[in-house]
């Protein structure tokens, strides 16, 4: 028979289409190695229990009694949302009977998280829990949830020691007895194959939740200096996704005379994006996530790029061995713009195919072989 296993997000995956391919490419991973895999996630009406294998299935909902009070996140309606989802979730753990529930990260920590994991582990299940970014502490006191990190720094360790594995991405220096690093990954059956474009403007593309750490500033001082130069090759900039108002992204661009060139799509569906990418070249990754104090890029776009088989501009470490690639592209990690001659230069200079870079992910990205490295660590009973 078998083994289960259910992945469990307090993340709405009807507003967040890039986390929502992520994590059910995730499920679909474990179930290409041979267990049975479920995910069971929050929507706007509340919650939903999948089936995930080559196909995925919808087996049940779990409509709230009531609707939302305020649109803005507050602290009444995430109460009452998260006791919802705690009941409703016990009631598929004990449906499904997993031998595995991995818990992406749920914020903030409090006793009745961890009452819930201690009530999964009490059924003789084997508990992991993801953190997406690590370090935490940094982020949080940025964002200004100094509500939440005070209680995240309270019951950390409460919650280290009810788990069997913490998966993480990024950087950790503590002792390592429990932690375990994955990389992101990418399904790249999700993602059309780019058409290269026979003509000379380039277009690059962001796709994104827009925060100060995507450095999309950067791209926009260096196009400024770039057309100060009045070159002969136009280059577009497509920024696809909300943006926090607060970087002025818009003025900037208004201010420097760059409006028939950086383009804001705001938020879009999937097929929106597919044809905003049929117009680009290159995708464009965070190139500011030094503002964070994090040196290795894994974001989960730079993946995205790869299965589309476009190349993409980074900036610091990637995760991975991109040595001698031609389609990765570097920027330093300072607060510097970027040389947008030189990425047309390097772009010009590429000698790999949407083919070559499409195959590249196939063979060093899957989340089938970041998913195995999770599992095999509760086997080895770490």
Known sequence: ???????????????????????????????????????????EYGMALYEIGEDEVKIKEYRMNRPRKKQDRNISDEFYLFRFFIQKVKEAIQEINPDVVYI????????????????????????IYEYPTFPWREEMKRNKQYLFYILDVLFYKSLIDKLDAIAYIGNYEGKKDKYV???????????????????????????????????????????????D?????KV????????????????????????????????????????????????????????????????????????????????????????????????????????IGRLVKGYDNMKSTEEDIRTFAINNLSWTEQMKTVLKSIERGK
């Open 236 to 339: 577009i900039f497509h920024i696809v996704g909300p943006i926090d108002k607060r970087l002025g992204l818009e003025k900037m661009v208004n201010e420097r005379g760059l409006n028939d060139v950086v383009i804001f799509y705001g938020y879009r569906e999937m097929e929106d994006i597919d044809k905003i990418f049929e117009v680009s070249d290159i995708g464009i990754d965070c190139l500011g996530l030094f503002r964070r104090d994090i040196n290795s890029a894994s974001s989960l776009k730079s993946r995205e790029y790869l299965a589309r088989g476009i190349p993409y501009l980074t900036c610091g470490e990637t995760d991975f061995d991109a040595h001698n690639l031609d389609f990765i592209f570097y920027e330093e990690a300072v607060e510097k713009s970027v040389d």
């Open 181 to 227: 690093k994955i990389n992101n990954g990418v399904d790249v059956s999700g993602f059309k194959l780019h058409q290269k474009r026979n003509i000379d403007d380039i277009g690059l593309i962001a796709v994104a939740h827009v925060g100060f750490y995507h450095g999309y500033d950067r791209v926009i001082e260096g196009l400024k200096l770039y057309y």
């Open 229 to 233: 130069t009045k070159p002969m090759r």
């Open 1 to 43: 028979m078998k083994k289960k296993f259910i992945y469990i997000t307090f993340l709405n995956e009807d507003i967040r289409p890039g986390y929502k391919i992520k994590i059910h490419s995730q499920c679909k991973g474990v179930s290409q190695l041979g267990l049975k895999s479920y995910l069971f996630i929050v929507k």
């Open 104 to 127: 992406r990260r749920i914020v903030p920590i409090t006793p009745m998280l961890i009452s819930f994991i201690k009530w999964i582990r009490n059924q003789d299940v084997k508990v």
